[in-house]
């Protein structure tokens, strides 16, 4: 009976551990709900980008997305999502280097209205597969997200741990170069 009690308590932990680190779990305040994205920084055109202003862009459709946590577990699929390339954005605002080796050392920060932050480089962006699948979608199922993902959300679909990189509620994009 100790074994089972034991058992018990790892998955407990283990859920316990998802639901503090994964934003998944948090109950949605209606003030935290995005209906525009702003991309600023090392770009040449800044600019703020309502959800009819992504749908302007070529569409992306992601069918099924398995949620890991970063601790691991399997928190559900998301299903019929629609967005566009988190790289397509950054093409219309057009990265901004002195030199071409200075796009190398930028990173992209996809920022959230409760303040959850992630971190893209240059290079998996614009120089790997992975940049395919980093989508910044607004509809689920045909319909509008609702608040509890904010009306606009980011998710890396490649990463072995989606979670991590699942961005509710986006509000920001900033570019900005990290070394000189």
């Known amino acids: 009976m100790s074994r089972l009690n034991d058992s018990l308590f790892a998955v407990a932990l283990l859920s316990a551990s998802c639901a503090i680190a994964a934003p998944d779990h948090a109950p949605a305040p ?10 600023t920084g090392a770009v040449e055109h800044p600019r703020t980008l309502t959800i009819a ?13 398995t949620m890991i946590c970063d601790s691991g577990v399997n928190l559900g699929k998301k299903a019929n999502l629609r967005g ?4 397509d954005i950054l093409n219309q605002a057009q990265l901004k ?5 200075d796009f190398r050392k930028m990173a992209i ?10 971190v893209f480089s240059w290079g998996e962006l614009f120089n790997s597969a992975v ?18 993902e904010g009306q606009i959300a980011l998710i890396s679909t490649t990463d072995l741990r989606t ?6 509620w ?8 990290i070394v000189q």
């Open 53 to 65: 202003d992504l749908e302007q862009l070529p569409p992306q459709n992601i069918s099924e997305v």
């Open 131 to 148: 940049g395919d699948q980093i989508i910044v979608y607004f509809r689920q199922d045909g319909q509008p997200l609702g608040v509890e």
């Open 109 to 118: 920060i996809a920022k959230a209205t409760d303040n959850y932050q992630v």
């Open 170 to 177: 986006l509000n920001a994009i900033e570019v900005r170069q």
């Open 30 to 39: 209606l003030s935290y709900a995005s209906d525009a994205v702003a991309i």
């Open 84 to 87: 566009v390339l988190l790289r």
């Open 97 to 101: 280097a002195v030199t071409p080796r």
């Open 163 to 168: 979670g991590p990189r699942h961005v509710r």
